[in-house]
């Protein structure tokens, strides 16, 4: 039995520079028996060879490329594969993603995936899989990135050591996936990172797709001492909770935390407030972020734009505080009300939603009418965020007052101007 994964993505050549190895369908592949062949493929740039000879196609999707996995789902059922899914879209809307799908798996797939590959063998695929138990964290198998094409990738060596996180934020989808926030014992985080390999970067560097690698500060400390020894540079996703405790931060910059992300999401106090992302504090941004960069730190901040509480000054006095701030990397994006969360609701209950063109929904396009501008001056806000945030002059002052991590954080600001320059259609940018 051959069973191929596949990875739906936008083809770029752009952007490999911010291409960390995706982790869900290595994951996959590793709690699949043995005696089942497993491919992965990530249209991003590979081909997908529709006519290849496979008993089972299975991918995974986000929102903005729903239509997209309807439509290789159409190309390999026309061919008589069966093709199943998960993922957020899936979990979120699986009634809808159900039309499109042989089977669709609701929320995790650690425990659900062995059942649909037995039941798929024996004749018996229902249409739904999902499961309302937690995952034995301690029996979680090495993902088999053996199996990704090493070229394709910035950082190879991505880890999931917690599941969800504890806070619950109004426009979050990740309590729909993990409902509870879920950590395994830190031996088995460390075996795993003591199988990287040595040699270039990308295989040196270490990346966690976790949602919030601090949600328990204690468990996360102790992972951070345990890896002290093993001599690796590494990046996470987190809260800016971190910032709350200098000695967790300590910990993490003696383990070799080189960059963090995290959702500071505004500047305005009642958009946190309202969006139920009270653990941020406005007031706290300045001290925290120099605390990141006094121990070497550099800091990918998450901001949204769009909320009920902006105006239309909210971009100017984001890009004047992110400067101020130093802050290394920003990714600026509209809010994206997704379905079937309470945003989504609100906002249909009051008539503002503009469409459902799900490949909108990508937090570059305004899908709903704000509350304080037009839609397009959302938009065209949001671009100009984008532009003048890269501009030489911001990339300057903000490294300049930053110092942390240049190596690693010039490159990634160089080359998302560059992409601004391939977008703007002609249009020059600000080169200042």
């Excluded at 997908?48 to 309807?70: C, G, K, M, N």
């Excluded at 121990?295 to 101020?324: C, N, P, Q, W």
Aim: hydrophobic share 40%.
């Amino acid at each position: 039995m051959k069973v191929l994964f596949v990875y739906l993505n936008k083809r770029t050549d752009n952007m490999k520079l911010m291409r960390p190895a995706p982790l869900t369908l290595p994951l996959l592949a590793a709690y699949t028996p043995p005696d089942i062949e497993v491919s992965i493929v990530d249209e991003a740039f590979e081909t997908i060879d529709y006519e290849q000879e496979v008993d089972l196609v299975a991918t995974t999707f986000v929102l903005p490329l729903a239509h997209r996995a309807y439509k290789l789902a159409h190309e390999f059922r026309t061919r008589g594969k069966t093709i199943v899914c998960g993922g957020p879209h899936a979990t979120l809307m699986p009634e809808e993603t159900a039309r499109h799908f042989d089977s669709v798996v609701i929320s995790q797939g650690d425990l659900t995936w062995p059942v649909l590959l037995d039941d798929f063998k024996n004749g018996r695929l229902k249409k739904f899989y999902t499961s309302h138990q937690d995952v034995d964290m301690a029996t979680i198998p090495i993902a088999r990135r053996d199996l990704l094409n090493p070229r394709g990738y910035s950082i190879l060596n991505t880890f999931q050591a917690t599941r969800g996180c504890p806070f619950s934020c109004t426009y979050c989808t990740t309590h729909t996936i993990y409902p509870k926030f879920l950590t395994p014992p830190v031996k088995n985080v460390v075996k795993e990172i003591e199988q990287v390999e040595g040699g270039p970067l990308h295989r040196r560097m270490l990346l966690f797709w976790d949602d919030n690698l601090v949600g328990n500060p204690v468990w996360a400390r102790k992972l951070f001492e345990e890896m002290t020894h093993l001599k690796k540079k590494w990046v996470a996703q987190l809260t800016f909770t971190i910032t709350e405790d200098k000695d967790l931060v300590r910990a993490a910059a003696k383990s070799g935390c080189i960059g963090l992300f995290f959702g500071l999401e505004s500047f305005n106090s009642l958009s946190l407030k309202n969006s139920n992302k009270k653990h941020n504090v406005v007031e706290k941004y300045k001290e925290g972020i120099k605390l990141l960069h006094d121990h070497g730190i550099s800091v990918y901040a998450g901001m949204m734009f769009g909320f009920d509480d902006d105006r239309k000054d909210i971009f100017e006095i984001t890009l004047e505080k992110a400067i101020e701030l130093g802050i290394d990397n920003l990714g600026p994006k509209i809010v994206v009300p997704y379905p079937n969360l309470p945003l989504y609701g609100k906002l249909v209950k009051e008539k503002r939603l503009i469409h459902s063109d799900w490949s909108k929904y990508n937090g570059n396009h305004a899908v709903f009418h704000p509350r304080h501008m037009t839609a397009e001056e959302l938009e065209n806000g949001n671009k100009w965020f984008h532009r003048e945030f890269h501009s030489f002059k911001s990339i300057g002052k903000r490294l300049w007052k930053s110092k942390a991590a240049t190596w690693f954080t010039l490159p990634i600001n160089l080359s998302k101007r560059k992409v601004l320059y391939k977008n703007s259609e002609g249009q020059s940018i600000s080169a200042n």
